[in-house]
């Protein structure tokens, strides 16, 4: 076959974005067909993926966003392994593309979601294969979860290390306002249940256990230890479930109290909240 030029090797970069070095090389693997080039660097990001698995993608993008109707959102961290990576506009725009999909979609799971067209007949896990065998760092969807209610609304906080979706069973501006305080709320305070009912048994056991052993190395009555720690479980009820919480804006009274000051009927349905760190 004839020579690869280098005007060949350059449309090949400019289609993938991978180095000259690595387009030359696929080039003429592939004997000058392109479509075969690109399937060859996308094999080698497949190669690279899997030399990198063990490696930490700690750094990232958190997205959040709810659809046109704001009765559906959804929440994507797609991880990276550097700030530097993170902080390119290209992956910011993949992570948003990603949301975007998912909320055309309705997709329900990550697995699902990877399954998704992309765009130029690749998935979103083709795409993401793609980006680490052009970047060469460890890529991942790392998480996805969907939040439906009556009214949903998303909150990304700058920066997008963390962002927070909320479900409230109302309508109207007032409920989509109440929605983004609460939605800062779950940001900022990261409460781990909704109320006391839904923290999980293995959680309450634990802090009833903590809060026995505390008194009893305080020298507390043996028969004093269960109320004492009854009483340390209500008050981390108060710090770290949504509806008991502290309004940060106003912390006179309670979630529950703020949206209730609203309408008596108004509460949150469900909530997502996912950080990098």
Do not use: W
């Amino acid at each position: 076959m004839s020579k690869i030029t280098a005007a060949e090797v350059n449309k090949l970069r400019q289609m993938t974005g991978s180095g000259m070095m690595d387009c030359k090389k696929a080039l003429v693997e592939a004997e000058g067909d392109f479509d075969k080039a690109i399937e060859i660097l996308r094999k080698k990001g497949q190669k690279v993926a899997a030399n990198r698995g063990d490696r930490d993608a700690s750094e990232g993008l958190v997205f959040a966003k709810a659809d046109g109707s704001g009765k559906r959102g959804v929440i994507a961290v797609l991880s990276c392994e550097t700030d530097f990576v993170a902080k390119n506009a290209e992956f910011g725009e993949t992570v948003e593309k990603i949301v975007g999909i998912a909320l055309e979609s309705g997709s329900t799971s990550v697995d699902e979601l990877k399954g998704q067209s992309y765009e130029n007949g690749l998935t979103i896990g083709e795409k993401i294969t793609e980006m680490i065998g052009k970047i060469g760092e460890k890529i991942d969807l790392r998480a996805f979860d969907v939040v439906e209610a009556d009214t949903v609304v998303a909150y990304n906080h700058p920066g997008n290390q963390v962002a927070s979706m909320v479900g409230l069973n109302g309508n109207g501006e007032q409920v989509i306002e109440a929605g983004r305080n609460v939605a800062m709320q779950i940001a900022a305070m990261n409460p781990v249940s909704l109320d006391k009912n839904s923290v999980p048994q293995s959680v309450v056991d634990k802090e009833l256990e903590i809060g026995m052993d505390l008194a009893r190395q305080e020298g507390k009555p043996e028969e004093m230890l269960e109320k004492i720690a009854q009483g340390k479980l209500n008050k981390f009820f108060k710090e770290n479930t949504l509806l008991s919480q502290a309004f940060i804006k106003d912390n006179k009274k309670s979630v529950e109290q703020m949206l209730k000051d609203i309408d008596g009927s108004l509460t949150v349905t469900s909530f997502k909240r996912f950080a990098l760190n």
